[in-house]
């Protein structure tokens, strides 16, 4: 297709310019990957969710937000936390939803962990298991148990800048646009295959606090569409059941 100067046929991102000068917010919104609506995704049977996280678990209140608002169809059966001090905690008091405190330091191996880990989801009946601010490595105890039913939540355009210090390595590295990404979890950290994407633009002064706090807007965005996503490829297996 030959470009044309005419502007019903330029990008949304063209057509809105004037707005990218001012706000860039207003144009990089509309970059989120795969552009799906809550409305396609939402699935016949609500989908029942474990959510892990080890801190403030701002990505756990967002998921259960958009399923009070209807934007998603599922319940979260149980939030596993690690760290006693974690305000996901807090946040699922407030929400009404059980919290099981699984602490790292009282198990002596990764797979003794995992092994409990996947004992309480079960008991709970979980179906997807969400990590949204999990930062304990996974063994193949968790993963078998649950296998493509495991996504994580990680603050950058993946596969760039893995790890725990991804806003601040971004930074370092001078990009002029940032992200988060929503994935499938596999053995290797921050690796698996990648289910939706949002982007986010850096700004000349920002610091890894602002820079997280504009990427952290996506996510919460990005995460229900994306457990919408992961549910509807699971009501089309033929067992939705953990093994
Ligand atoms: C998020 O930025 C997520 O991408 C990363 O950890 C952070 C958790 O934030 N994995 P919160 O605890 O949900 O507020």
């Known amino acids: 297709m030959s470009f044309s100067p005419d ?3 330029q990008s949304p991102a063209l057509q809105h310019s004037p707005a990218a000068l001012t706000q860039p917010d207003a144009v990089f919104s509309n970059l989120v990957s795969p552009n799906i609506s809550a409305d396609t995704l939402r699935t016949q049977t609500p ?10 678990g701002s990505n756990f209140e967002a998921v259960a937000q958009a399923i009070k608002d209807g934007q998603l169809s599922a319940q979260i059966q149980v939030l596993i936390y690690n760290n006693p001090d974690a305000y996901a905690a807090v946040r699922a008091a407030k929400w009404g939803v059980p919290a099981v405190l699984l602490n790292h330091r009282e198990y002596k191996s990764r797979e ?30 968790f993963i078998d148990a649950f296998p493509d039913k495991i996504i994580n939540i990680h603050p950058s355009l993946l596969p760039s800048f893995k790890g725990s210090r991804a806003v601040e390595q971004a930074l370092a590295e001078g990009v002029k646009i940032a992200g988060c990404t929503v994935h499938l979890v596999c053995l290797e950290m921050d690796s698996g295959s990648i289910l939706m994407q949002a982007a986010v633009p850096v700004l000349p002064d920002d610091t890894p606090e602002t820079l997280h706090a504009r990427i952290q807007v996506q996510e919460h965005r990005i995460l229900p569409l994306a457990i919408s996503f992961a549910g509807s490829l699971l009501e089309h297996r033929p067992s939705s059941k953990p093994i």
Do not use: C
């Open 47 to 56: 989908i029942k969710l474990g959510i892990l996280a080890s801190g403030s």
């Open 112 to 141: 003794d962990l995992d092994r409990q880990i996947v004992q309480t989801l079960q008991e709970y009946d979980v179906e997807l298991v969400v990590m949204a601010g999990w930062m304990r490595l996974v063994t193949s105890v």
């Open 7 to 9: 502007s019903t046929q």
